[in-house]
Structure formats: structure tokens, C-alpha cells
């Protein structure tokens, strides 16, 4: 190979340039043709990409020094080689097609597909391949630049599994800009705040936080800038309906290469299903407080409302009849009779005796109904009773009297202008076992629907000041403690108005780790 | 009337206690029998045990108080009381440990014990655990209802 210039490239151009006549039969326009053409072999050279040409028989005329990188064979060992050596088998005939589209004139560009390695290894590749023209525009071969994309794409690879990762997530993941406008908004955004991606990237931040709360924003983006996070920052955001509701927010900064942070990335938790729960823990816990509090204090005050009864009945036997001392006094009595009523009450205390005794629940029954006689009466209330409770059952006596009187009281309460008062006991078979079923019901007024899941309630009451709220509380405690149970179903529309009250009490009492405490706090 | 008075007042709903109540205009009339019967009463609440002496006193019995046990078992060494009544939560010596003492000593002796506590389970069964059981009421009691009560055990 002769050469006219001290420098030789590595990679010869080949036969082509040579068996070209005009090039070596020009000796007036040798120097410029060459210093053209080194420049050109310069170019191809200093390539990042491999820049690879051939003939019409596919023979590989030229090879860069980056397709040496890229594909590990030396210029020696492959020009003159066929191309299809670097072409996995399965993708040959793409070269046809290629050759096809080349003829037409046009180039080929960006073509994604794989080539192989010197040692066999199989990559990704796009290829732009432009046709080889001869002095009379003749087509005599094709150049092309491979460019080696299994970087990029392991990068897209990875921003898929990224893209997926945030699409699943059940948080609200958002990203926006340093001006608060919505960048990005994953599935989990949609289903918690209502907007669509297409409703949200482009808009500013604002639309998803109450007016009141706007100031939040320049706070968040003044940490921001200076490159704080916010953590779990509890907070309320709006939804596209309007609907305001608990959040917990966590805001990071999103930096470029060079550090410097050009938005925020944001997750945001609904937690208002977590703050319901919270308030409901409360609310039992209130409850079971309580309960716990009126049995302290009841207990407190048991002492000294012993005193004050017996002081004011001393009081009133020493003052004379009819004297205005001994009105007040009466009163004063009747009022201390009812603060015993309820300390009594919120006690749960109420025993005779300290043992249970085997009795025939019909048998209490029949006690309170003869107590309350008159009321009865008075009322013009008709009893029917229905006393199937063959067996005996031990209970508590006190406990048990107290809660039929709470329960039939209840009922001629309701009945103030009359009515019927439906008392049956049978053998049940409940849940946990044998016991007696009894069935309270009356034609009285009812309880209002939005009142009925209340009436357990400690000091929930229907009757104004006249009710302590306290029975059904009562009633309820002392039979759970007994392993029974109580439900109440009511209709209080005007037609056909009354309550139904089903107790059940089972034969078994429940075990001495089972304590009331246990059950309701 | 006072029977059904006395039940009422157990567990009267306070809806009903209005048209009850007035059955308290009843002053407690004095015992007719010819022998006194001799009452102690024990609480460490001194108003307390004072207070139910007086009325018990004024329903015609003879009444003593006493404020500890110690002190009860001294008096009804020489009193010999026809009844105990006495408070069941008390510093050193309870009411149920002070009822087995009495027990023993004065087995004649009837014995009604109260509290305002529910609680004492634990100490009612260590009267049951020594084969003992007692007459229990709760505090607060209406005077009436614990003379009755009481005359009942007589």
C-alpha cells in the first residue's frame, strides 16, 4: 500500500477509495484529496461509535477504531469479511431490507436491533446506515454507525420498574416543580384526591390544599430550597369533590446532577380511616373511663351519702309535722334518695345477699311486676305473661331483679296513655349455651331510629331530666358479666309503635377470668 | 306499705321514684317489746356509726357505737349486743374479720355487715372460706329500710 503522507491510519478505507480512478489520476489535486481524506479518517476515528462500511458483497471495507471496542475484533482480522459475521443469524436478512430501503436513496435511521461480539456475546444496538455513492451517484456500499445501547437500555429498564413501583404504591406519590406545579401523579393520587394525571400535571399544587392551609405551600417550598425534608406532617388536603380529609405528608427534595434541587417529590397518606379509628378508641376508651371514674367516685361518695341520709331523716323526725323545716327537709331526703339511686347505680353494686341462688326467673319477674303494680294500673297497661322457663338458673338475685325492673320500668314509661306489656321466658339454646330467653316487649312510643344504636350508651337518655341515662348501661353490664346478653329493636313510627327487649341469660356462668372489666372496660 | 316500699327503693327506676318517695312521710315507731334489744354499730367513719345509733335509738332500741374493731369486741364483751352491724372496709381490722371474731365469741349474736364498696368480694370470701356468710347491705341505705332490715334479723 503506497502513502503519501508519514502518518498512516490505523484503518485503511480500504479498496473502494483506491480502485476509484479519479482519486490516484489526479496528481494536480493530490494533496487537498488527501488532507480531505485524512480529515475524514480523523473524524471516523476520533467516533465514539463504532462507523463500520461495505461493499456490495457484504465484505467489510472499512472499521473504526471504536468498532474495534465495541465489537473486539482488529481491522486485520475482519475487513474483507462478510458483515453478517457481526449479525446474529436470526436478523440477517434484515440487511436485504435495509439494502432495499438504501436503494431508493434514503438513509436508515435510529434502527433498533442487536449485533454480536467477538466472543459471541449478543447486545442492543441502533443503527443509522447511509448508502456509499460513487462519482456517478451509483450505490457501491453502505457506512454505518452502530451505537452500543444496552446502557440505555438497562436506564429504561430501570425507569420502568421505577415508574411501576410508584404506580403501585398505595400512597399518593407526586412530584412537582420549585413553583409548585405538578410535575407527575400516580394511580394511588388519582384514587385519593379524584383528579386524573391529565387533570393534575400542569397545575399548581393549590388545587389539593384548603384555602386556609395555602400558607403551607410557601413553607414547604422554602424548606425545600433549602434542602430539608418534611416528615410524616400531618395536615388536611381536599379532594376534587370538595371533601376535606387527614393526610400525612412526607416531602423531599428532587435534585439534579449538580445538587441543586429543582422540585419536591411528595407522599401523601390518607389517614382519616386511621384518625376515625383514633377517635373511636377514644370514645371507648371515654366510655370504659367512665365507668371506671363513676365506679371510683360512686364509691367516694357512698360514704358520705350515708351520713347526709341519716343526718336529714334525724332532721326531720326532731322538726315539727307541717313546719316548713320539715318540708324542706322531705325534700331534701328525696332528692339524697335519688343521688343514692345513681350512685347505687354506677356502682354496678347491687347485692342482698353475697351469693348467687338457684330461682326461677319468672319468679323475679312476677316480684318487679307486683312492684310497680300501681304504675301499672294507673297507666292503663294490660300485662300478658307467658312463663315457659321450666328450670331453675343461678344468678344473682339483686343483679338480675335490677335489670328486669330497668327493662320492664322502660317499657311503662313508654306506654304513658296505655297499651300492652308482652312478658314471655322460654328455654333457649343461645350462642354459649343453654339458658332462659326472655322477651320484653311493649306498644309504647318506641325508640327513634337514630337513637336506637345509643341507648347502651352511659348517660344517653330519651327521658330529659327525668333519666339518669344510666339503666340500659347497667342492665347491660350485669348481664354480660353473667355470659348474657340483651338487644333491643324498636319502631316508633306512629302506626305501629313499641319496643321489643330480648334478654338471654345461659345456664352456665361464665369463668372467674372473664371478668366485667375484661369484657367492657 | 313499707314492704313494698323497701323493694322499690332496691331498684325503682327514678322515673317511679317520685310517686314512691313520699312513703318516707312513715316516722319509725318505737319497738313495743318489753326488753330493749341492744344494737352495735361499727364504722370507722365516726358520722356514720353516730348517725345510725341515733336513729336506732329513736326506733326504740339500745344502740352503742363503736369506731374500730378493737374496740367493738371490747364493748360487746361487756354489752353483749343482740346484733352486729358493722362496715365492711375498715383500717387494721375489717368488718368480716371482725364478724368471725364476734362469731366466736358471741355466737348469739346476729351479724349484718355494709359497705358502699363493691368490690369486697375478695374479703366476703374469706368469711366464706371459714364456713361464715353474712347478711350484706349497701350503703347508702335509707334509715327506714335499715331498721326494717334489721328487725328482720331480730
Redesign the interface.
Known sequence: MESTSPVQPKSAFGNNARSSPSASERPGTEPDAIDARFHLAAIVESSDDPIISKDLSDSITSWNNAATRVFGYEPEEIIGQSILRLIPPELRHEEDRNFETLQTGQRIEHFETARLRKNGERFPVSVTISPIKNAEGRIVGSSRIVRDISNRLKSDESQFRLAAIVDSADDAIVSKDLNGIVKTWNLAASRIFGYTAEEMVGQSILKLIPDNLNYEEDEILRKLRAGERIDHYETTRRRKNGELFDVSVTISPIRDESGRVIGASKIARDISQRKQFELLLIQSEKIAATGRMAAAVAHEINNPLESLINLIFLARQDSPEGSKAHKLLLTAEEELERVSHIARQTLGYYRETGTPAEVFLHDLIENVLTVYNSKIISNSISVAANFNDLQKITVSKGELLQVFSNVIANAIDAMNTGGTLDISTRNFVGPSGPGIQIVISDTGIGIQAEHLPRVFEPFFTTKGNMGTGLGLWVTRQLLESRGGQISIASNSSKKNSGTVVTIFVPFARPQPNMSAEQKNG | MLE?YS???????????Q?I?PL??D??SPEPDRSRRKILVVDD?K??AD??V??FQ?AGFEAVAAYDGWSALEIAGRLRPDLLLSDVLMPQMNGVQLAIAMRRNHPETKIVLFT???GI?EI?LEG?EKGY????L???????KLIERIKEQL
Open positions: 313494698t323493694d322499690a327503693i332496691h331498684f325503682a327506676d327514678e322515673s317511679l321514684s310517686d318517695l318516707c312521710k316516722t319509725a367513719q358520722l356514720i348517725t345510725i341515733q336513729i329513736d358502699g364498696q363493691a368480694s366476703l366464706k356468710e353474712f347478711e350484706l349497701p350503703k347508702p341505705i335509707h334509715p327506714l
